[in-house]
């Protein structure tokens, strides 16, 4: 049984139980987006994922409480800038940081953020740095062309050290709305020369490329990272995913007086699950 609230309404449902005092959350970040390239460059790094957050502690203030969903960032398209980190995610005072942009093949450093970008692949570069408890570093190159992956929530984003892209890092499974979901995972790298392979993307995440392409887009409302562009040719970064919200508690307990956003309410395993694609409120 589940009920969709689509555009920015507001829902008024009936309470029958005690308020909750504390709710499980997941608030997952907007990933960056991947890197780019330019004729005779290395191939660019993907983006790394949405900081990622996840607990049983969150207490209910008995005011509306203030949902942000963050966006994604822009893959670039200009091989002399790195891609756009997302922006954060926040429920209430818990905010997951946004996923850093990979690095471009100018020279150009990834950015760091919930997780940290690739580096690109013209250049040996460190990948950037991800957030404590949030999300993991980006991979590393020596310079050979191919280029990393973006860290994600759950491992470092892997490194190339040949023509080949490296993978994005792994993301978070959760199963807090019932089912076993995947996200925040790293966007991968890109390959350089038509026998190279493609680093793969991880959950949600937006794929690398072989040369002269552009970077894959990752999923919506996954927090994935962007692919990186395909060296060798003027390619743009994939963007990266946008975030999501999700609270759940038991079905025992008094529904929310009202809701507003685009926001989807199920119900598993003696649960209420309320999913946020989209910024809005929640009133306990």
Do not use: H
Request: aromatic share 6%; net charge neutral; proline share 1%.
């Amino acid at each position: 049984m589940s009920k969709y609230l689509g555009g920015l309404v507001t829902a008024t449902i009936n309470a029958l139980g005690k308020k909750p005092t504390e709710v499980e959350y997941l608030v997952v970040a907007g990933g960056g987006g991947g890197g780019a390239s330019y004729s005779g460059k290395g191939a660019a790094g993907g983006g790394g994922a949405g900081g990622l957050l996840q607990a049983t502690s969150f207490v209910d203030t008995g005011s509306a409480i203030t949902i942000t969903i963050g966006a994604g960032g822009a893959g670039s398209t200009v091989w002399t800038t790195a891609g756009s980190n997302g922006t954060v995610s926040v429920f209430s005072s818990i905010t997951s940081i946004a996923g850093g942009g990979g690095g471009s093949a100018g020279n150009i450093n990834a950015l760091s953020g919930g997780s940290g970008g690739g580096a690109e692949g013209e250049e040996a570069k460190t990948g950037a740095a991800g957030t404590s408890g949030q999300g993991f570093a980006g991979g590393t190159t020596n310079g050979s062309a191919g280029s990393a992956g973006g860290g994600g929530a759950g491992s470092v984003g892997i490194g190339s050290t040949s023509v080949n892209g490296g993978s994005g890092g792994t993301g978070i499974c959760s199963s807090i709305t019932g089912a076993r979901v995947f996200y925040a995972g790293g966007g991968g790298g890109s390959g350089y020369g038509a026998a190279a392979t493609a680093g793969l993307s991880s959950a949600g995440g937006g794929s690398g490329v072989t040369q002269q392409l552009n970077g894959i887009d990752a999923i919506s409302n996954s927090g994935g990272g962007g692919g990186g562009a395909g060296g060798n040719a003027v390619t743009n970064g994939g963007a990266g995913g946008s975030g999501i919200v999700i609270i759940r508690y038991p079905q025992t307990l008094s529904s929310p007086t009202a809701v507003t956003g685009n926001v989807q309410i199920g119900y598993a395993a003696g649960y209420q699950i309320y999913t946020w694609t989209s910024s809005g409120t929640v009133t306990f």
